[in-house]
């Protein structure tokens, strides 16, 4: 609804002032429609008046003109004759005239088959959402219930009144989180150019819903909406359910976080309305959870939901999904993420959701299964004459880049997508654009590269000098070799977002060598605390030379074994084979090796023990292992060192350590690889120890983004260019000593 009416309206916290026209012949339906409104207004949301009311001698157009006058919104039930009835008419005139003056709503009901889009009425939000007619759905109840539904979200009411909602104080916080970051996020994207509203069309036949089972229908044309046309109103037309798609660069991403920043306004306004979660999508390819347990998931790790609570609100409905980049994932996962969003939809029947992605991606994901949504519409590009006035009126300091547009048809083409074209704008202002390509690959290639030199030299400074020049912690030569080697390893592994814990030892198999040096290392750190507490254990109990044979057992037995087997002698990618056959297990529990000293072991019985399935069998596994190897150790030491009468002592000792080392090697040693994997790529000086700082830096720097705990490119061409400057980077970097930082 209007925002006019709608303040006003939570102000005087009254019920929302609803009238009805239909024509005479429809009296039925209109009664049918005030039926389905009851319930509404029961609980005290809105009142609801007709002709129907005027009681017997009152003059029947003073009484429909002064209710016009007072209400807040006029629902119209289109059909043949409200068309053909002189009263309807002027009532239609007369609302559509108060429109304009102050904002009262004005929502048509399709009630029978009419072409009312070619009315003045063309350009409305009409009920249901779908368009069809209530008459004619094999149900009307459900026509009435979803039309019922859609008014609801249109004018903003409340699902529940007075219905107090769990996690209070945590909605607050996540909502104050969200506008932040959803705000942080635009700024970042505009850099303070102007926003350009982008044009909308409209394409019903992207997604599948009940006009598709109720009629018959040809498939529709994409059409264009009227300009000026908000995604708000799309999505309030589409009943919270869309799906938005467009080509690469032109502002879909965009176009979500305003609709989100819209949508905890009215979050924030009443207390029972979702809270807009933007959720990208690539981290659910390949994930064997459901979409609900992978969605709490998310709210856990991106915006610090307590996960109990995330479930809650979930199975609650008071979490509306805005699903980023479908586009983004393994393309094989693609119809799979489709397929598993249409089974969480089923399961919450009227729960908002959008999907937003590229157009040629969806196109091809959902050949078999499409989106259940409403209704589907397509960003469009910027037209040459809006991109030139952008740029005019930037003024003189981008008069190099106007200059280079008359010569350059490339560059044409490439400012009608509003990524670009605030790429440019920020590139090129001030200075004049040198030698840019005439092929668009590589002019894109160019302007990137001059981009992410610019935001180098002119951002991120950490301190200042003397001189008053900014001071650079990481230079340039550094920025691209280490920004590129993370995009190369997130297309690789489909991810959007980026957090230090996901590092994994197949981050390293592009280098056999630097993963030999891993495999070796983590062998050794583990042999080396499998001796310190092996011998502590005995330190009690034996005499010192029984602690020094105990030791040297050991360091035969964890170090040369665990450490020159494990990691020397073994071959890594064979390693890389076995782990990713275990897409069961996760790459924590399997890249811990067990002990290194079972690394004969671990290839022989590796595939049929993790196999097993769940967490405590794996747990016991490990366990077992473990303590059989310390028991046997504890064993030999005690009867070398004591006696055969200490032998049963040692022995159970060993047993006990042995099952102790198992659970430290099942809880730390995921922590020791990753500090592992962290150390050697920085030492080959693929990527900075002091991770984090390097992160932030990007950020100031605007190449990356912050999003919850994560780090993400600007924009996935971004993350694309960086990740194509790495393919022809050396495979080795192992000699020499790391870049400093």
């Not at 005139?93 to 029978?112: D, F, M, Q, S």
């Not at 939000?125 to 979200?153: F, K």
């Amino acid at each position: 609804m209007s925002s006019t009416v709608l303040q006003q309206h939570q102000r005087e916290a009254r019920p929302f002032s609803l009238m009805c026209v239909a024509a005479l012949s429809d009296g039925p339906l209109l009664s049918q429609w005030e039926a389905h409104l009851l319930p509404l207004q029961q609980a005290g949301l809105l009142t609801c008046w007709s002709e129907r009311q005027i009681s017997a001698g009152a003059e029947r157009m003073s009484e429909l003109a002064s209710h016009l006058e007072r209400a807040d919104g006029v629902i119209l039930l289109l059909s043949a004759d409200f068309f053909a009835d002189d009263t309807c008419r002027a009532l239609m005139h007369e609302a559509v005239e108060r429109k304009l003056r102050n904002g009262t709503h004005i929502i048509p009901l399709i009630v029978r088959p009419v072409a009312w889009e070619e009315s003045e009425l063309g350009t409305f939000t009409s009920l249901p959402a779908n368009g069809i007619a209530i008459t004619t759905w094999a149900s009307p109840d459900e026509g009435w219930q979803q039309a019922v539904r859609g008014l609801q979200r249109l004018l903003g009411l409340p699902a529940r009144r007075n219905t107090p909602v769990v996690g209070a104080s945590e909605r607050e916080r996540i909502l104050r989180l969200l506008r932040r970051t959803y705000q942080t996020l635009l700024d970042g994207l505009l850099q303070g150019i102007t926003w350009i509203e982008l044009g909308l069309s409209e394409r019903p036949e992207s997604v599948f819903n009940a006009s598709h089972l109720l009629h018959q229908l040809p498939d529709r044309a994409e059409r264009p909406l009227p300009e000026g046309t908000s995604i708000l109103s799309v999505f309030d037309q589409a009943e919270g359910e869309l799906l938005i798609l467009g080509v690469p660069g032109v502002g879909k991403s965009t176009l979500l976080l305003h609709l989100a920043m819209d949508l905890i306004a009215r979050a924030e306004a009443d207390t029972a309305y979702p809270l807009p979660i933007i959720v990208p999508l690539s981290s659910w390819g390949g994930s064997s959870l459901s979409l609900n347990m992978w969605l709490a998931e998310q709210l856990a790790r991106i915006y610090n939901v307590p996960r109990k609570l995330g479930e809650r609100w979930i199975e609650e409905g008071q979490v509306l999904p805005l699903f980023d980049g479908l586009d983004e994932m393994e393309e094989l996962a693609r119809p799979q993420c489709i397929a598993a969003i249409n089974i969480f939809r089923r399961s919450r029947f009227g729960m908002p959701l959008v999907v937003c992605s590229r157009k040629a991606e969806y196109d091809v994901a959902s050949m078999k299964e499409q989106l259940l949504l409403q209704n589907a519409v397509i960003v469009q590009p910027l037209t040459t004459v809006q991109a030139e006035n952008v740029i005019r009126k930037c003024g003189p300091t981008l008069s190099g880049l106007h200059d280079a547009l008359i010569t350059n048809p490339a560059l044409q083409d490439l400012i009608t997508t509003p990524l670009m074209l605030n790429v440019m704008i920020l590139v090129y202002r001030g200075v004049t654009p040198h030698n840019l390509p005439f092929e668009q690959i590589r002019l894109v290639e160019s302007i990137w590269t001059d981009y992410v030199e610019r935001m180098v030299r002119e951002k991120g400074a950490v301190r200042q000098s003397k001189q008053d020049r900014p001071v650079k912690r990481y230079t340039l030569d550094q920025t691209r070799s280490w920004l590129s080697y993370l995009a190369e390893q997130m297309s690789k592994h489909n991810l959007t977002a980026f957090e230090l814990e996901i590092l994994q030892s197949d981050w390293l198999d592009q280098w056999p060598r630097l993963y030999k040096w891993y495999e070796w290392s983590l062998g050794l750190v583990v042999g080396l605390l499998g001796t310190l507490i092996f011998a502590l254990a005995f330190a009690l109990f034996l005499n010192p030379t029984g602690i020094l044979i105990i030791v040297l057992v050991e360091v035969l037995i964890f170090v040369l074994a665990g450490g020159f087997v494990g990691g020397v002698i073994e071959a890594p990618d064979t390693t890389v084979i076995i782990e990713r056959d275990l897409d069961v297990v996760p790459k924590q529990y399997v890249e811990v090796h067990l002990l290194p000293a079972t690394t004969n072991i671990r290839f022989s019985f590796a595939h049929g023990l993790f196999h097993i399935g769940d967490d405590p069998i794996i747990t016991l596994a490990i366990v077992g292992i473990c303590a059989a190897i310390f028991t046997m150790a504890g064993g030999l030491a005690t009867f070398v060192a004591r006696g055969l009468t200490f032998v049963l002592a040692g022995t159970l000792i060993g047993a006990l350590t042995g099952i102790l080392m198992g659970l430290m090697i099942y809880l730390f040693c995921p922590l020791v690889r990753h500090y592992l994997i962290r150390f050697w790529l920085w030492r080959a000086g693929i990527f900075p120890l002091h991770a984090t700082a390097f992160l932030e830096d990007a950020r100031a720097r605007h190449l990356l983004s912050h999003l919850g705990g994560n780090y993400q490119f600007i924009h996935q061409l971004l993350l694309e260019y960086f990740a194509a400057q790495n393919e022809s980077a050396p495979t080795e970097r192992i000699s020499g000593e790391g870049q400093g930082e």
